[in-house]
């Protein structure tokens, strides 16, 4: 039989979790309460929010003395993580289930995202109807929208517990995964404007007995690979997608963080770095672009994404920033230049076709990698041009070679 992980403020969602639980129990799903919540409940659970405190390095009657809800809060969910990531471990959990408001979604998410990718995490929100990336961070948390407040077990709430907790009984249901695929995995990144290099490599990669699991480089993207780097599902990476950081440093919408481009490194897995669409700081429509920007140049990718052309001076920065990096490597790293054109629309012809910019950027990087591990090589062609493709792909194969995999 399977088991499911019931997390909850049992003190004011009680009800609530208990028609769930009741749910679960009729499909024949057995369940371990967790209740997370701050004040006692009056509702039968499997762990109190005592022992969760405990689990989050404090204690239950100091935190109500307090009546410091930060605290309270912030030691929760670190007790919420330490108790559903040890019931994982043990394998006495099959999934984790979830629902409330904004304070219940930020505790009960904050041990989802610590399970790995796959393990099935179920949330119903008052919060997901708007931006949930707080929430689910680089996990696969599936947020169901309550669509009405969780106060009470009206006929629409009920609709939509129903259906998330019969979803989560359908994940249970479903058929073991066997990866009968044993070739070694490689991560990729890529974005709209280097498709067709990546889908080269991926190609060259893949005749030659490799799996390449491809990252949209959207921000998110680049942070959910960088996790599974730190989870040990690559042997290689091939890094040649690194927009990221031009959103991260002149506020585009599409940053990954300030510690992109750090687990290959940390994690000393082989990698071969590019420049790829370099090029560009990505905004939302026409009019979310800040007005400091107003007199640059820029490109409408579709309705909702608007591309702005880096400048010389900010590709000097993007140069600093990816060499402080790079610096960083305890092992050796290749990183390939395209000296035609660093995206699609920065060639020739190109609506971003700036050949001073992408020396500022090529420049910037001979002068700031001082890392004997790095090696830069420039290549007389446009980033996504096959011969380049094969290029990065063949060197990260003899990267991964040396290193004994």
């Avoid at 179920?122 to 407040?149: H, K, L, N, R």
């Avoid at 690559?234 to 002149?250: H, K, Q, R, S």
Wanted: aromatic residues 6%.
């Amino acid at each position: 039989m399977a088991t499911i992980a019931i997390v909850g403020t049992f003190d004011t969602k009680g009800l609530e979790l208990e028609y769930c639980r009741q749910l679960f129990e009729k499909a024949n799903i057995s369940t371990i309460t967790i209740h997370s919540g701050t004040f006692p409940t009056d509702y039968p659970v499997d762990i109190q929010n005592t022992e969760v405190a405990v689990a989050g390095g404090g204690d239950m009657t100091a935190l109500e003395k307090e009546k410091d809800r930060g605290r309270a809060m912030a030691t929760l969910a670190q007790g919420i993580k330490s108790i559903v990531t040890s019931l994982h471990e043990r394998g006495e959990i099959d999934a984790v289930f979830s629902l409330g408001g904004s304070g219940g979604t930020a505790l009960a998410t904050a041990g989802m995202r610590a399970l790995p990718v796959g393990f099935p995490k179920v949330m119903v929100s008052t919060m997901a109807g708007g931006s949930v990336a707080e929430y689910v961070g680089t996990s696969d948390i599936i947020m169901f929208p309550s669509i009405v407040d969780v106060q009470g077990l009206n006929s629409i709430l009920k609709d939509v517990l129903q259906n998330a907790v019969y979803a989560t009984v359908g994940m249970l249901g479903a058929p073991v995964h066997e990866d009968d695929d044993e070739r070694p995995h490689i991560a990729a990144t890529m974005f709209g404007v280097t498709t067709p290099c990546i889908t080269e490599a991926q190609k060259y990669l893949e005749e030659r007995g490799y799996d390449v699991v491809v990252f949209h480089a959207t921000g998110a993207g680049g942070k959910s690979m960088e996790r599974l780097i730190d989870d040990g599902y690559f042997v290689g990476v091939l890094d040649l997608t690194t927009t990221e950081w031009c959103d991260e440093l002149f506020g585009g919408v599409l940053a990954a963080g300030p510690h992109r481009s750090e687990a290959a490194i940390r994690n000393q897995i082989p990698q071969v770095v590019s420049v790829g669409a370099m090029d560009m700081v990505n905004f939302g429509s026409p009019e979310t672009v800040p007005e400091k920007y107003a007199d640059r140049t820029f490109y409408p990718h579709n309705q909702q994404v608007t591309l702005m052309r880096t400048t010389p001076a900010e590709n000097e920065q993007l140069g600093a920033k990816l060499a402080e990096k790079l610096n960083q490597a305890t092992i050796p790293i290749e990183l390939l230049l395209p000296v035609r054109g660093v995206s699609a629309i920065d060639v020739k012809g190109g609506p971003f076709y700036d050949p001073e910019a992408d020396q500022a950027l090529f420049t910037s990087l001979r002068k700031h990698v001082t890392n004997d591990q790095v090696t830069i090589c420039e290549l007389d062609t446009d980033i996504n041009n096959p011969e380049f493709a094969a290029s990065a792909a063949q060197s990260l194969i003899d990267l991964i070679e040396s290193k004994g995999h």
